[in-house]
T-cell receptor, first 118, second 114 residues
Framework: DTEVTQTPKHLVMGMTNKKSLKCEQH?????MYWYKQKAKKPPELMFV???????INESVPSRFSPECPNSSLLNLHLHALQPEDSALYLC?????????????????FGPGTRLTVL | GNSVTQMEGPVTLSEEAFLTINCTYT??????LFWYVQYPGEGLQLLLK?????DKGSNKGFEATYRKETTSFHLEKGSVQVSDSAVYFC?????????????FGGGTRVLVKP
């Protein structure tokens, strides 16, 4: 299995809702990532988990809360979002971190969740 | 800090034409370089990669060579097809143990007409 899957594919939520995005990989990768991508822009890194521990938080507002229940799963909990948070949210995984020559840094992306905040 | 600059699009060309997308980077240390492709409505797919100077990455007819002396990683394809229409992102990874932060270029939209 060489896929990263994300659910749901589309999500519409109000500013007072609480929702979660899910990401799963079965490639045995030990690093997982959340990115946010606005239209016609490159992805922006939000969080990195390495061996199930949060290793990078790119100063993301607390209304976004990541969780890594196990090495295959990554969640992004959403609460009290703003309309400007509407975007494509991408999950990615890599075999590990560091070690470019070893291929540990190759990131494989999921198809994304398109989020609309009303 | 690290940065990636790639040519702005859109690039419009005819089928079977030659495609070049320029990419230059600024980085400390020894980054890895990547090209990702994003088809409409989809996530990013890794197209090719190079991990050290003079490496050539290739896939699906696309090629790019890691040139440390010119800090470049230009993408080329000799004969494009309509199915190559997509947005192409050049990126570098800092290869740090804490997390392989990818720095992306702004993306280049390519439209291939029949």
């Amino acid at each position: 299995d060489t896929e990263v899957t994300q659910t749901p594919k589309h999500l519409v939520m109000g500013m007072t809702n609480k929702k979660s995005l899910k990401c799963e990989q079965h490639m045995g990768h030990r690093a997982m990532y959340w990115y946010k991508q606005k239209a016609k822009k490159p992805p922006e890194l939000m969080f990195v988990y390495s061996y199930e521990k949060l290793s990078i938080n790119e100063s993301v507002p607390s209304r976004f809360s990541p969780e890594c229940p196990n090495s295959s799963l990554l969640n992004l909990h959403l609460h009290a979002l703003q309309p400007e948070d509407s975007a494509l949210y991408l999950c990615a995984s890599s075999p590990g971190t560091g070690g470019g020559v070893l291929g540990w840094n190759e990131q494989f992306f999921g198809p994304g969740t398109r989020l609309t905040v009303l | 800090g690290n940065s990636v600059t790639q040519m702005e699009g859109p690039v419009t060309l005819s089928e079977e034409a030659f495609l070049t997308i320029n990419c230059t980077y600024t980085a400390t240390g020894y980054p890895s370089l990547f090209w990702y492709v994003q088809y409409p409505g989809e996530g990013l797919q890794l197209l090719l990669k190079a991990t050290k100077a003079d490496d050539k990455g290739s896939n699906k007819g696309f090629e790019a060579t890691y040139r440390k002396e010119t800090t470049s990683f230009h993408l080329e394809k000799g004969s494009v097809q309509v199915s190559d229409s997509a947005v192409y992102f050049c990126a570098l990874s800092d290869n740090k143990a804490a997390g392989n932060k990818l720095t992306f270029g702004g993306g280049t939209r390519v439209l291939v007409k029949p």
